[in-house]
């Protein structure tokens, strides 16, 4: 998979992608991700890329010319499954859309940033908007990094066991249940016996009771 992304602060895209499982996809070679600076395709002067709202009203838009002209180069070696705009007033992010936004082959995510950008780039390149969450980031950049690790580590042949993915959370519309590791006491404070009880058909049923149980708790919407 090619994640291309569009922002004015490339730099706090740099580290994400270099570490851990994110890490080993591009090192196995399932995915790339490359940050465009918008800044590099604007023709205003002193590489202006925002500029104050029609209207009036506090903080600036991002304009539409530089994403144009950033997004129709792209467009022109690229074509793109889907346009992402992270957006607060986009779609809920979820491992719903993580699961189907992983099949995908190549994908452009669009930073926002300031008071947002300019509403016709919405309208004419954009097939789908995101939000991670009723909270409003300075920009899009981190949000854009959570969707990519969202997605990276489903990508087929990302993960070592792959079955470590569909253990997740959310997976199955359940949380994760508890998990434990050495030592077997620790203050006093044991594994629950089952665990050590070498009887897998029994652990994967404790397993699943205390995924429920936890669901239940914490998150009954997910059950409904
Ligand atoms: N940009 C600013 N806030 C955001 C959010 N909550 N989700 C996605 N993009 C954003």
Not at 1 to 30: C, E, N, Q, W, Y
């Amino acid at each position: 998979m090619k994640v291309d992304i569009i922002t004015v602060v490339p730099d706090l895209l740099s580290s994400p992608f270099s570490h851990s499982i994110l890490k080993r996809a591009s090192d196995k070679g399932l995915l790339k991700v490359n940050t465009i600076n918008l800044r590099d395709h604007t023709t205003y002067s002193r590489a202006q890329v925002d500029d104050y709202p029609f209207g009036g009203g506090a903080g600036m838009v991002i304009m539409i010319e530089p994403l144009v002209n950033a997004i129709e180069a792209l467009q022109k070696n690229t074509a793109y499954d889907e346009v992402i705009f992270l957006t607060p007033d986009g779609e809920t992010f979820n491992q719903k859309i993580a699961n189907t936004l992983s099949l995908k082959e190549n994908l452009l995510l669009i930073c926002g940033h300031y008071k947002g950008i300019d509403q016709r780039f919405r309208d004419h390149f954009i097939t789908k908007e995101i939000s991670i969450g009723d909270y409003v980031l300075s920009g899009g950049e981190l949000a854009a990094a959570v969707v990519v690790d969202a997605i990276g580590r489903l990508i087929p042949g990302v993960l070592n066991d792959e079955t470590s993915a569909l253990t997740d959370s959310f997976q199955d519309n359940l949380l994760a249940p508890p998990v434990y590791t050495r030592p077997e006491i620790f203050r006093g404070w044991k594994v629950p016996e089952i665990l050590m009880s070498g009887n897998h058909k029994l652990i994967d049923e404790w397993r699943h009771q205390e995924a429920v149980n936890r669901t239940k708790e914490r998150r009954s919407d997910l059950l409904d």
